[in-house]
């Protein structure tokens, strides 16, 4: 957790981050077509709607504020779906490289018991990265790095 004087305004600051994650992952939500009760719910509900989006997004004629702005939601829904299905919390960390001097981390305890951190912004770049957009790849890929679902033996699938 980021160094502060004051815990408790660090504390706040990581709380307005979550529900400002939070609010814009709902709102998006509701932009297609999914209530906010049933995404609070689950946020898995967002899924079908926000890939059939991507899908459709005229990605080669991005300018550079489209894609911030798709960063920003999918960084947001990431990150809030964690909170809501595997019991991560937001963590703000101290990092020089930073433009800010610090980063906003998920962090949730793995199937061992350890606990693990990821980048919601990380995860998205990665998947900018890996055209075309796949949601699902792009939850997994947090899930595993934060080892919350159990990882498959190769060897007894036969492969």
């Not at 934060?146 to 036969?158: C, F, K, M, S």
Request: negative net charge; charged residues 25%; without cysteine.
């Amino acid at each position: 957790m980021s160094q502060s004087s004051n815990p408790d305004s660090a504390d706040a600051e990581v709380q307005e981050w979550a529900e400002g994650a939070h609010l814009n992952a709902v709102g998006l939500a509701t932009v297609l077509g999914v209530a906010p009760e049933e995404y609070t719910a689950d946020p898995l509900a967002l899924l079908p709607g926000l890939q059939n989006y991507v899908d459709r997004l005229p990605l080669g004629e991005f300018e550079q504020s489209d894609w911030v702005t798709l960063h920003t939601d999918l960084t947001s829904y990431l990150g809030d779906l964690l909170v809501r299905r595997r019991g991560a919390i937001w963590k703000k960390v101290d990092d020089r490289s930073s433009p800010v001097g610090y980063r906003y981390l998920i962090e949730a305890e793995g199937l061992d018991g350890k606990r693990y951190q990821a980048e919601p912004y990380d995860v998205v770049m990665e998947e900018f990265q890996h055209l075309p957009i796949e949601i699902g790849r792009m939850i997994a890929n947090a899930e595993a790095v934060l080892h919350v679902t159990p990882t498959i033996n190769e060897d007894a699938l036969g492969g």
